[in-house]
Every structure is written in structure tokens, then in C-alpha cells.
């Protein structure tokens, strides 16, 4: 089974610029997360969809962050412009949806892409 | 609001001594509680974790936690640790209210495994 992919696996772009991450989750999975990790720091949710609607963004900076997952399937993350504070890896994980009565939903997760932000 | 409190940022260990790796949590509700790993340039893989029933879980790689209520505690531990077993190991929390779950991450951990 392929796991979650992500691209690209680096990025470097000068502040003020614009960037993009695409993520595609495993097949049939309706879940799908994107996290924020700084250095140093655990991961942070920036966004969670169920199939391509949005469950909770409420840690997304909307002034220059914004997600979107058309189709259901994969999703792409975009920050404009950039500041030197979003230098991170951005993780994309999914999980298959299952009941609240078993428990949480186990996240598989991407191996993320590091932006640097000069 | 829930929050992970992983109080060692890096622990260093020789190679076949045991380790524990220490997690507190908070919550004014009841919880489930998770032990990820962090292999250099790689995502997070899920090592184990606490739904109900016994406090002691087991989970991949020879790794197992306790949870305990009273102390508000989820700690790992191996009881011989590998060079393989160098990683960051996260711990996280989700309350069991119905519906939506947010996970919580902790700051991490790092293991370094001394020859």
C-alpha cells in the first residue's frame, strides 16, 4: 500500500514570495490533516478535511495561508507571501474515517516538506 | 483545552540500557493518549497508543507506556534500546468527546543512542 506523498521534499524562497505543497493520501482515505512542525517544536494542525470539506481551521493564519482539496483526494497548501516564520516542515497526513465509539482515527503521515524562508 | 508536557528534550543512552521517556498531560475530560516516532527526514509513525481498558500498552519495536490517571502520566519505555531506536519521539493527546478528535503534540523528545 503507498503511503502519503508529498511534494516537493525542500523548498527555499526569499520572504514575500509565494509557495505551494501538494499532498496525496492514501487511497480511501477521507481524512486528510496538514501540520505545521517547527524546529524544536511538535507538530501544530493547520487544517483538517473530511472528503473536501473543512472540519477545523481555526490555527490557519487565513492572511496568507489558504488549503483546498477539490476532488476529496489530494490537496494542496498555499502560503502568500511568506515570512521568515513559516520556515517549518509541513506535514500532510490522512487517516480512514472510523466511528467515535472506536476511539481516534490512526493518522499516516507524509514525510513532509521543509521550507526555508530567506 | 488539552496540552502535552514532554519534559526531557534530549536523552541520551547506551546501547542495550533501558530508557523512559516521560509524558504529562492535561484535560479536563477523559482522553486517549499516543507515543509517536520521528525518524530523521521522515513523517511521524504511530508507535502505540491508549484507548481503555489496560493501562499498559504494547506497541511496535519492543516499545511499551503506561498510563496512569492519578498522575496525569504517559510515559515509554524500552527495556533495551537499539542504534535503530535514535529518533524523536512525540507524545500527544485527544480528548473522547464525540465527533471531531484534534490530536495535541507534544514538543518531542529526542533519543540518542550511544554505542
Known amino acids: 500500500e503507498a503511503g502519503v506523498a508529498q511534494s516537493p521534499r525542500y523548498k527555499i524562497i526569499e520572504k514575500r514570495q509565494s509557495v505551494a505543497f501538494w499532498c496525496n493520501p492514501i487511497?480511501?482515505?477521507?481524512?486528510l490533516y496538514w501540520y505545521q512542525q517547527i524546529l524544536g517544536q511538535g507538530p501544530k494542525l493547520l487544517i483538517q478535511f473530511q472528503n473536501n470539506g473543512v472540519v477545523d481551521d481555526s490555527q490557519l493564519p487565513k492572511d496568507r495561508f489558504s488549503a483546498e482539496r477539490l476532488k476529496g483526494v489530494d490537496s494542496t497548501l498555499k502560503i502568500q507571501p511568506a515570512k521568515l516564520e513559516d520556515s517549518a516542515v509541513y506535514l500532510c497526513?490522512?487517516?480512514?474515517?472510523?466511528?467515535?465509539?472506536?476511539?481516534?482515527?490512526?493518522?499516516?503521515f507524509g514525510p513532509g516538506t521543509r521550507l526555508t524562508v530567506l | 483545552a488539552q496540552s502535552v508536557t514532554q519534559l526531557d528534550s534530549q536523552v541520551p543512552v547506551f546501547e542495550e540500557a533501558p530508557v523512559e521517556l516521560r509524558c504529562n498531560y492535561s484535560?479536563?475530560?477523559?482522553?486517549?493518549l499516543f507515543w509517536y516516532v520521528q525518524y530523521p527526514n521522515q513523517g511521524l509513525q504511530l508507535l502505540l497508543k491508549?484507548?481503555?481498558?489496560?493501562?499498559l500498552v504494547k506497541g511496535i519495536n519492543g516499545f511499551e507506556a503506561e498510563f496512569n490517571k492519578s498522575q496525569t502520566s504517559f510515559h515509554l519505555r524500552k527495556p533495551s534500546v537499539h542504534i535503530s531506536d535514535t529518533a524523536e519521539y512525540f507524545c500527544?493527546?485527544?480528548?473522547?468527546?464525540?465527533?471531531?478528535?484534534?490530536?495535541?503534540f507534544g514538543t518531542g523528545t529526542k533519543l540518542q543512542v550511544i554505542p
Open positions: 484535560s479536563s475530560v477523559s482522553v486517549y
Open positions: 497526513a490522512s487517516s480512514f474515517p472510523g466511528t467515535s465509539a472506536s476511539g481516534p482515527d490512526t493518522q499516516y
Open positions: 500527544a493527546v485527544s480528548d473522547r468527546g464525540g465527533g471531531y478528535q484534534k490530536v495535541t
Open positions: 491508549y484507548l481503555s481498558g489496560s493501562t
Open positions: 487511497s480511501g482515505h477521507a481524512t
